[in-house]
C-alpha cells in the first residue's frame, strides 16, 4: 500500500510543479507565454516615438505592478535626440544579470522560443529579401534581352524568385505586440 502511494506521489508531482507563465492581454484576447520564453521588448522613457529608444533581450523573471523584471543578455540603444544616431550593442555574458524596466515605458513586445530562434529567424528574413530583391532585378532586366523566346523562361524564374522570397519573408516574421494597440503585459 506505502509503495502504491509513493507511486502515485513521485508520478504526480509534474502536475504541480509548473513554472510561471506571462500573460499578455488586449482586451478580451490573450497570449499566454512559458516561462523560459526568450523576449525582445522596445522601451521608450521619452515622450517622443523616435528619440531614444532600447531593445533588451533576456527572459522574464517577474512581473511587478509597476515593472518588470528581466534576466537581461543582450541590449541595444538607439538615441537620435541630437542629430546623430548613437548605437550600443553589447552581449551580457553573466547568467543573473536583472534588470528592471517601468511598464509605462514599454512599447512592444516580442516572444520567441529561445535565444537562438531570434537568429534563425532573422537569418531566414533576410533570405527572403534577398531572394525579393533578385526576382525583382532578374524580373526589370528580362526585358533588356534581344532574344524573345528566352523572356519566358526569365519571367518565369523571377515570378518563382518572388513568390519564395515573399513566402519565406512571411513565414519568418514574428507577431509583434505592441502596447499602443491595447496589449498589456
Avoid: H
Wanted: charged share 20%; net charge positive.
Amino acid at each position: 500500500m506505502l509503495t502504491r502511494f509513493l507511486t502515485l506521489l513521485i508520478l504526480s508531482i509534474p502536475l504541480f510543479c509548473q513554472a510561471q507563465s506571462y500573460t499578455i492581454k488586449k482586451g478580451d484576447e490573450s497570449k499566454t507565454f512559458s516561462a523560459d520564453t526568450y523576449y525582445v521588448m522596445e522601451y521608450s522613457s521619452s515622450n517622443e516615438k523616435n528619440c531614444c529608444k532600447s531593445y533588451i533581450y533576456g527572459y522574464a523573471q517577474r512581473v511587478f505592478k509597476d515593472s518588470i523584471q528581466i534576466n537581461m543578455n543582450s541590449m541595444s540603444v538607439n538615441n537620435e535626440g541630437l542629430d546623430y544616431m548613437f548605437k550600443m550593442y553589447t552581449d551580457i555574458k553573466e547568467e543573473d544579470f536583472l534588470i528592471s524596466v517601468p511598464r509605462s515605458d514599454l512599447k512592444q513586445v516580442t516572444a520567441y522560443k529561445s535565444r537562438e530562434s531570434v537568429n534563425k529567424k532573422k537569418s531566414w528574413n533576410n533570405f527572403g529579401t534577398v531572394l525579393l530583391v533578385t526576382g525583382i532585378t532578374t524580373l526589370a532586366n528580362s526585358y533588356d534581352l534581344k532574344e524573345k523566346s528566352f523572356r519566358n523562361g526569365v519571367l518565369i524564374s523571377a515570378g518563382a524568385q518572388i513568390s519564395v522570397g515573399i513566402l519565406v519573408a512571411c513565414l519568418s516574421s514574428k507577431k509583434q505586440y505592441k502596447i499602443e494597440k491595447g496589449w498589456q503585459f
